[in-house]
DNA sequence: GGAAGATGACAAG
DNA sequence: TTGTCCTCTTCCC
Protein backbone atom coordinates (compact mmCIF):
# COMPACT_ATOMS: atom_id res chain seq x y z
CA UNK A 1 0.00 0.00 0.00
CA UNK A 2 2.41 2.43 1.28
CA UNK A 3 3.89 5.20 -1.51
CA UNK A 4 4.57 8.64 -0.48
CA UNK A 5 1.14 9.72 -0.44
CA UNK A 6 -0.42 6.89 1.55
CA UNK A 7 1.83 8.27 4.31
CA UNK A 8 0.68 12.25 3.86
CA UNK A 9 -2.48 11.32 4.18
CA UNK A 10 -1.77 9.42 7.46
CA UNK A 11 -0.05 12.15 9.10
CA UNK A 12 -3.16 14.76 7.83
CA UNK A 13 -5.62 11.92 9.59
CA UNK A 14 -3.68 11.18 12.61
CA UNK A 15 -3.30 15.18 13.35
CA UNK A 16 -6.92 15.86 12.89
CA UNK A 17 -7.99 13.05 14.92
CA UNK A 18 -5.60 13.17 17.92
CA UNK A 19 -3.60 16.19 17.55
CA UNK A 20 -3.47 18.65 20.79
CA UNK A 21 -5.01 15.83 22.83
CA UNK A 22 -3.82 13.69 25.12
CA UNK A 23 -3.95 9.91 24.01
CA UNK A 24 -3.06 6.53 25.45
CA UNK A 25 -0.52 4.38 23.90
CA UNK A 26 -0.58 0.91 23.97
CA UNK A 27 1.29 -1.89 22.11
CA UNK A 28 -1.29 -4.99 22.44
CA UNK A 29 1.31 -7.08 20.57
CA UNK A 30 3.90 -6.22 23.04
CA UNK A 31 7.08 -5.19 20.88
CA UNK A 32 6.54 -1.73 21.58
CA UNK A 33 5.09 -1.91 25.16
CA UNK A 34 8.14 -0.03 27.10
CA UNK A 35 7.99 3.03 24.91
CA UNK A 36 4.05 3.01 24.37
CA UNK A 37 3.89 3.11 28.64
CA UNK A 38 6.37 6.03 28.36
CA UNK A 39 4.17 7.57 25.72
CA UNK A 40 0.55 6.80 27.86
CA UNK A 41 -1.56 9.85 28.40
CA UNK A 42 1.05 12.26 26.64
CA UNK A 43 -0.22 15.50 24.97
CA UNK A 44 0.58 14.49 20.89
CA UNK A 45 1.37 17.83 19.52
CA UNK A 46 1.01 16.82 15.86
CA UNK A 47 2.22 14.39 12.92
CA UNK A 48 4.22 14.76 10.28
CA UNK A 49 5.15 12.74 6.85
CA UNK A 50 8.82 13.01 5.36
CA UNK A 51 8.55 10.82 2.27
CA UNK A 52 7.69 7.27 3.54
CA UNK A 53 8.29 7.79 7.07
CA UNK A 54 5.60 8.90 9.28
CA UNK A 55 6.58 11.20 12.66
CA UNK A 56 3.92 10.95 15.27
CA UNK A 57 5.52 14.28 17.59
CA UNK A 58 4.17 13.88 21.41
CA UNK A 59 5.46 16.51 24.10
CA UNK A 60 8.73 16.39 25.11
CA UNK A 61 10.64 16.84 21.96
CA UNK A 62 9.18 12.96 21.36
CA UNK A 63 8.52 11.15 18.05
CA UNK A 64 6.80 7.86 17.39
CA UNK A 65 9.00 7.04 13.68
CA UNK A 66 7.04 4.37 11.76
CA UNK A 67 7.53 2.97 8.55
CA UNK A 68 5.10 0.95 7.27
CA UNK A 69 7.71 -1.09 5.05
CA UNK A 70 5.87 -3.03 2.09
CA UNK A 71 3.07 -4.52 4.33
CA UNK A 72 2.53 -1.87 6.94
CA UNK A 73 -0.40 -0.52 7.94
CA UNK A 74 -2.12 2.19 10.29
CA UNK A 75 -5.64 2.37 10.29
CA UNK A 76 -7.63 5.18 11.98
CA UNK A 77 -11.36 4.49 13.00
CA UNK A 78 -13.95 6.49 14.56
CA UNK A 79 -15.75 5.44 18.10
CA UNK A 80 -14.35 4.04 20.65
CA UNK A 81 -11.76 1.15 20.74
CA UNK A 82 -12.56 -2.52 20.72
CA UNK A 83 -10.71 -5.16 21.80
CA UNK A 84 -7.43 -5.49 19.01
CA UNK A 85 -8.12 -7.71 16.10
CA UNK A 86 -4.60 -9.53 15.02
CA UNK A 87 -1.26 -8.42 15.61
CA UNK A 88 -1.57 -4.70 17.23
CA UNK A 89 2.19 -2.82 17.28
CA UNK A 90 0.76 0.41 18.34
CA UNK A 91 -2.67 1.67 19.27
CA UNK A 92 -3.40 5.66 19.85
CA UNK A 93 -6.50 5.92 21.05
CA UNK A 94 -9.24 8.99 23.06
CA UNK A 95 -12.42 8.56 23.52
CA UNK A 96 -14.07 8.79 19.99
CA UNK A 97 -11.69 7.28 17.78
CA UNK A 98 -8.71 4.78 17.67
CA UNK A 99 -5.67 3.86 15.46
CA UNK A 100 -4.27 0.44 14.66
CA UNK A 101 -0.46 -0.11 13.08
CA UNK A 102 -0.13 -3.95 12.24
CA UNK A 103 3.45 -5.31 10.38
CA UNK A 104 5.46 -2.04 10.16
CA UNK A 105 8.90 -2.45 9.97
CA UNK A 106 9.55 0.52 11.86
CA UNK A 107 7.49 1.75 15.25
CA UNK A 108 10.59 3.06 17.38
CA UNK A 109 10.19 6.48 20.03
CA UNK A 110 13.48 9.13 18.94
CA UNK A 111 14.87 11.86 20.40
CA UNK A 112 15.42 15.43 17.94
CA UNK A 113 18.65 14.15 16.91
CA UNK A 114 17.89 10.60 15.45
CA UNK A 115 15.10 12.99 14.14
CA UNK A 116 17.41 15.29 12.37
CA UNK A 117 19.67 12.47 10.82
CA UNK A 118 16.51 10.65 9.64
CA UNK A 119 15.80 13.90 7.60
CA UNK A 120 18.97 14.23 6.38
CA UNK A 121 19.70 10.76 4.93
CA UNK A 122 16.60 11.80 3.25
CA UNK A 123 16.47 12.91 -0.93
CA UNK A 124 13.77 15.61 -1.50
CA UNK A 125 10.11 14.58 -1.14
CA UNK A 126 7.49 15.66 -4.20
CA UNK A 127 4.94 16.30 -1.46
CA UNK A 128 7.02 18.94 0.47
CA UNK A 129 6.74 22.53 -0.61
CA UNK A 130 10.29 23.41 0.14
CA UNK A 131 11.63 19.90 -1.67
CA UNK A 132 14.97 20.80 -3.90
CA UNK A 133 14.39 19.21 -7.16
CA UNK A 134 18.27 19.94 -8.27
CA UNK A 135 19.17 17.80 -5.31
CA UNK A 136 17.69 14.71 -6.95
CA UNK A 137 19.24 15.77 -10.25
CA UNK A 138 22.92 16.15 -8.69
CA UNK A 139 22.41 12.48 -7.56
CA UNK A 140 20.81 11.20 -10.51
CA UNK A 141 23.41 12.79 -13.09
CA UNK A 142 26.55 11.52 -11.25
CA UNK A 143 25.11 7.56 -11.31
CA UNK A 144 25.62 4.88 -14.15
CA UNK A 145 22.91 2.97 -12.02
CA UNK A 146 19.51 2.63 -14.39
CA UNK A 147 16.88 5.54 -14.28
CA UNK A 148 14.18 3.00 -12.48
CA UNK A 149 16.75 2.30 -9.60
CA UNK A 150 17.54 6.06 -8.75
CA UNK A 151 13.85 6.70 -8.78
CA UNK A 152 13.36 4.42 -5.61
CA UNK A 153 16.47 4.61 -4.06
CA UNK A 154 14.97 6.92 -0.73
CA UNK A 155 18.01 9.04 -0.63
CA UNK A 156 17.70 10.47 -3.91
CA UNK A 157 14.05 11.03 -3.67
CA UNK A 158 11.74 10.33 -1.28
CA UNK A 159 8.56 8.98 -0.95
CA UNK A 160 8.55 7.37 -4.68
CA UNK A 161 7.94 3.62 -4.86
CA UNK A 162 7.68 1.04 -7.30
CA UNK A 163 3.86 2.23 -8.99
CA UNK A 164 5.07 6.08 -9.37
CA UNK A 165 8.23 4.70 -10.87
CA UNK A 166 6.89 2.81 -13.18
CA UNK A 167 4.44 4.88 -14.30
CA UNK A 168 6.53 7.87 -14.50
CA UNK A 169 9.11 6.38 -16.95
CA UNK A 170 5.88 5.50 -19.30
CA UNK A 171 4.79 8.98 -18.64
CA UNK A 172 8.20 10.51 -20.21
CA UNK A 173 8.46 7.70 -22.70
CA UNK A 174 11.81 7.17 -20.56
CA UNK A 175 13.42 3.47 -20.70
CA UNK A 176 14.30 2.71 -17.60
CA UNK A 177 17.39 1.31 -17.85
CA UNK A 178 18.54 4.44 -19.11
CA UNK A 179 21.59 5.14 -16.74
CA UNK A 180 20.94 8.45 -14.54
CA UNK A 181 24.06 10.14 -16.24
CA UNK A 182 22.38 10.08 -19.75
CA UNK A 183 19.25 11.91 -18.46
CA UNK A 184 18.62 15.03 -19.88
CA UNK A 185 18.31 18.31 -17.36
CA UNK A 186 15.12 19.13 -19.08
CA UNK A 187 13.41 15.89 -18.71
CA UNK A 188 14.35 15.71 -15.46
CA UNK A 189 12.57 18.82 -14.54
CA UNK A 190 9.55 17.45 -16.51
CA UNK A 191 9.54 14.50 -14.51
CA UNK A 192 9.52 16.19 -11.10
CA UNK A 193 6.83 18.30 -11.94
CA UNK A 194 4.64 15.39 -13.32
CA UNK A 195 5.59 13.77 -9.97
CA UNK A 196 4.62 16.72 -7.70
CA UNK A 197 1.09 16.52 -9.48
CA UNK A 198 0.70 13.06 -9.49
CA UNK A 199 1.62 12.49 -5.96
CA UNK A 200 -0.70 15.44 -4.56
CA UNK A 201 -3.53 14.40 -6.92
CA UNK A 202 -2.74 10.92 -4.88
CA UNK A 203 -2.57 12.26 -1.93
CA UNK A 204 -6.19 13.94 -2.98
CA UNK A 205 -7.75 10.79 -3.99
CA UNK A 206 -6.01 7.97 -1.58
CA UNK A 207 -4.95 6.36 -4.90
CA UNK A 208 -2.30 6.07 -7.36
CA UNK A 209 -4.09 7.23 -11.17
CA UNK A 210 -1.55 8.25 -13.70
CA UNK A 211 -3.45 8.07 -17.08
CA UNK A 212 -3.96 10.62 -18.68
CA UNK A 213 -7.47 11.63 -20.08
CA UNK A 214 -7.49 10.03 -23.25
CA UNK A 215 -6.73 7.08 -22.15
CA UNK A 216 -8.73 6.52 -19.15
CA UNK A 217 -11.42 3.14 -19.30
CA UNK A 218 -14.65 5.65 -20.50
CA UNK A 219 -12.49 7.17 -23.11
CA UNK A 220 -11.40 4.23 -24.70
CA UNK A 221 -13.83 2.13 -23.92
CA UNK A 222 -12.24 -0.76 -21.74
CA UNK A 223 -12.89 -2.23 -18.93
CA UNK A 224 -12.19 -0.39 -15.99
CA UNK A 225 -8.81 -2.20 -13.96
CA UNK A 226 -10.01 -3.94 -11.26
CA UNK A 227 -7.23 -4.44 -8.47
CA UNK A 228 -6.59 -3.65 -4.64
CA UNK A 229 -4.86 -0.52 -5.43
CA UNK A 230 -7.37 1.07 -7.01
CA UNK A 231 -6.41 3.59 -9.88
CA UNK A 232 -5.74 3.39 -13.61
CA UNK A 233 -2.66 2.67 -14.81
CA UNK A 234 -0.27 2.54 -18.03
CA UNK A 235 2.30 -0.55 -16.72
CA UNK A 236 1.97 -1.79 -13.52
CA UNK A 237 1.23 -4.95 -13.04
CA UNK A 238 0.19 -5.13 -16.43
CA UNK A 239 2.60 -7.23 -17.62
CA UNK A 240 1.79 -9.29 -20.98
CA UNK A 241 -1.48 -6.72 -21.62
CA UNK A 242 -1.69 -4.63 -24.64
CA UNK A 243 -0.25 -0.92 -23.67
CA UNK A 244 -2.60 1.55 -23.68
CA UNK A 245 -1.37 3.95 -26.12
CA UNK A 246 -0.18 1.39 -28.52
CA UNK A 247 -0.50 -1.85 -28.00
CA UNK A 248 2.02 -3.67 -27.25
CA UNK A 249 2.49 -5.93 -24.71
CA UNK A 250 3.85 -4.83 -21.32
CA UNK A 251 7.12 -6.07 -20.50
CA UNK A 252 7.93 -6.97 -16.68
CA UNK A 253 11.38 -8.29 -15.11
CA UNK A 254 12.68 -7.87 -11.74
CA UNK A 255 15.35 -4.98 -11.06
CA UNK A 256 17.22 -4.74 -7.79
CA UNK A 257 14.65 -7.15 -6.58
CA UNK A 258 11.60 -5.38 -7.46
CA UNK A 259 8.98 -6.08 -10.22
CA UNK A 260 9.57 -3.71 -12.88
CA UNK A 261 6.65 -2.72 -15.86
CA UNK A 262 7.29 -0.94 -18.90
CA UNK A 263 6.18 -0.72 -22.38
CA UNK A 264 8.97 -1.88 -24.92
CA UNK A 265 7.62 0.69 -27.75
CA UNK A 266 6.87 4.00 -26.06
CA UNK A 267 9.92 3.57 -23.79
CA UNK A 268 13.26 4.70 -24.84
CA UNK A 269 16.56 5.60 -23.72
CA UNK A 270 17.24 9.79 -23.47
CA UNK A 271 17.52 11.70 -26.58
CA UNK A 272 20.65 12.82 -25.00
CA UNK A 273 21.97 9.38 -25.05
CA UNK A 274 24.59 8.45 -27.92
CA UNK A 275 23.16 5.27 -28.30
CA UNK A 276 20.81 4.10 -30.19
CA UNK A 277 17.42 2.92 -29.41
CA UNK A 278 18.06 -0.77 -29.75
CA UNK A 279 16.58 -2.74 -26.83
CA UNK A 280 19.20 -5.21 -26.92
CA UNK A 281 21.29 -1.82 -25.18
CA UNK A 282 18.83 -2.18 -22.57
CA UNK A 283 19.77 -5.04 -21.30
CA UNK A 284 23.76 -3.64 -20.55
CA UNK A 285 23.59 -2.93 -16.68
C1' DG B 1 -4.20 -25.74 5.54
C1' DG B 2 -0.30 -23.98 3.27
C1' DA B 3 2.22 -21.26 -0.12
C1' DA B 4 2.91 -17.14 -2.55
C1' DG B 5 2.86 -12.48 -3.04
C1' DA B 6 2.58 -7.42 -1.92
C1' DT B 7 3.18 -0.05 -3.36
C1' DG B 8 10.01 -1.46 1.45
C1' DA B 9 14.56 -1.41 3.32
C1' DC B 10 18.44 -3.28 5.40
C1' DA B 11 22.56 -6.28 6.28
C1' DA B 12 25.78 -9.53 4.79
C1' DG B 13 28.78 -11.42 1.33
C1' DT C 1 22.85 -10.16 -5.49
C1' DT C 2 20.58 -12.81 -1.74
C1' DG C 3 18.33 -13.37 2.53
C1' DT C 4 15.57 -11.52 6.16
C1' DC C 5 11.90 -9.17 8.57
C1' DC C 6 6.96 -7.38 9.00
C1' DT C 7 1.35 -9.17 8.44
C1' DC C 8 -2.55 -10.11 5.82
C1' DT C 9 -4.95 -11.69 1.73
C1' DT C 10 -5.58 -14.60 -2.15
C1' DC C 11 -5.27 -18.72 -4.38
C1' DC C 12 -4.73 -23.60 -4.75
C1' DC C 13 -4.98 -28.21 -2.85
Known amino acids: MPEGHTLHRLATEIEATFGRRRVRVESPQGRFAESAALLDGALLRGAEAVGKHLLVEFSGRRWVHVHLGLIGGFVVTRGPAPPPV ?141 DDHGGEVYVYRRSGQPCHVCETPIRTEVLAGRNLFWCPTCQRPDPRSDRTTDCADAADH
Open 86 to 226: GVVRLRLRHKTAYADLRGPTTCQLIGPGERESLLARLGPDPLSADADPEQAWRRITRSSAPIAVLLMQQPVLAGVGNVYRAELLFRHGLEPHTPGRLLGHDRWQAMWGDLVALMREGVRTGQIDTVHTEHTPEAMARAPRV
